[in-house]
């Protein structure tokens, strides 16, 4: 149940459907109770058997001797257990993965809620002795900087790391709050998701100036993004092709070929037959007010 992500409804569900009797919900929490703390132990054990090898793969020039720092990089996201980008959710959960072993190195959780807390002050009584997870009174989007931060000190303070490479979504209140809890630089990386999800809503908004045309229709959106991420992807390591290959994006679609590469525009391929297969009736966007305008874009990134 725990490792499905599945409630005891889901489990009952499918044991009710093979004509097995179902479970109660007092049986499960309380074996729940039981295994959690071996599950939590097993998790803790495997962070810091990553982090190890993550520090392996970033010590090629002998760092961290004499009690010297490793530098390394690693991915930062928060999750909530409930819908709306995580502002009204009670729970959160902020997993950290290293860049180069792809393992998680550390995780937290926040959490805004504790029945048992909640039943003994409505009775005016101390709660009994329990495992109480309650250690949070915020916003549940102030989840996310603060676990993040939390995340990024433990690495100084327990296993000698310094995370100095961050990559994570283009909040700017997590790195804020990094910088200002650690005494080393952080630089600050954006992936490619929730950079192709950035650039989509800039995208957006610009739209509200071109209502009704069909220019910037959100066909013509997905398709700028769709280049967006081919951009990035097929110039790995490759920060010049990166910024050649995204100056020709907006050109391309205007029917402006002269920075684009044969190996990807079908344009250069074969000139008299090329018709774009994404954008509306396979022909060039129109518009020179709208071309100045995403051609902005691209100076500002």
């Known amino acids: 149940m725990l490792h499905a992500g599945i409630g005891p409804t889901h489990v009952n569900a499918l044991l009710s459907s093979i004509n097995i009797p179902v479970i109660g919900d007092s049986t499960l929490k309380a074996r729940e109770r039981e295994i959690?703390?071996?599950?939590?132990?097993?998790?803790?054990?495997?962070?810091?058997?990553?982090?190890?090898?993550?520090?392996?793969?970033?010590?090629q020039n002998g760092a961290g001797r004499d009690n010297e720092a490793v530098s390394i990089g690693a991915s930062y996201d928060m999750g909530w257990q409930k819908r709306g980008k995580g502002h009204n959710s009670l729970t959160g959960v902020g997993s950290m993965i290293g860049i180069k072993s792809g393992k998680v190195i550390g995780y937290g959780t926040r959490?805004?809620?504790?029945?048992?807390?909640?039943?003994?002050?409505?009775?005016?009584?101390?709660?009994?002795?329990?495992?109480?997870?309650?250690n949070w009174n915020k916003s549940s989007k102030a989840m996310e900087a603060d676990v993040c931060a939390d995340l990024v000190?433990?690495?100084?303070?327990?296993?000698?790391?310094?995370?100095?490479?961050?990559?994570?979504d283009d909040d700017s209140s997590t790195i804020k709050k990094v910088r200002e809890t650690v005494n080393h630089e952080v630089e600050k990386w954006s992936d490619i998701v929730h950079a192709k999800r950035s650039f989509g809503s800039a995208l957006y908004?610009?739209?509200?100036?071109?209502?009704?045309?069909?220019?910037?229709?959100?066909?013509?959106i997905e398709?700028?993004?769709?280049?967006?991420?081919?951009?990035?992807?097929?110039?790995?390591?490759?920060?010049?092709?990166?910024?050649?290959?995204?100056?020709?994006?907006?050109?391309?679609?205007?029917?402006?070929?002269?920075?684009?590469?044969?190996?990807?525009?079908?344009?250069?391929?074969?000139?008299?037959?090329?018709?774009?297969a994404s954008l509306p009736n396979g022909r060039d966007l129109q518009g020179d007010s709208l071309k100045q305008d995403l051609s902005s874009w691209h100076s500002v990134l």
């Open 111 to 134: 959490n805004k809620r504790c029945a048992i807390c909640e039943a003994a002050d409505r009775k005016g009584k101390q709660p009994r002795q329990h495992d109480c997870r309650l």
């Open 153 to 168: 000190n433990n690495c100084s303070l327990r296993h000698n790391t310094q995370v100095t490479i961050l990559v994570g």
């Open 205 to 220: 908004s610009l739209q509200s100036r071109y209502k009704g045309n069909k220019n910037l229709s959100a066909k013509v």
């Open 36 to 59: 959690g703390p071996a599950i939590e132990e097993v998790a803790k054990s495997s962070c810091i058997t990553s982090m190890e090898e993550e520090t392996k793969k970033w010590n």
């Open 223 to 276: 398709y700028l993004q769709r280049c967006f991420t081919y951009a990035l992807k097929q110039n790995k390591d490759n920060p010049d092709g990166v910024k050649t290959s995204l100056g020709a994006v907006i050109p391309h679609a205007f029917g402006d070929h002269a920075a684009c590469d044969i190996s990807w525009c079908g344009y250069l391929q074969n000139p008299s037959n090329y018709s774009h």
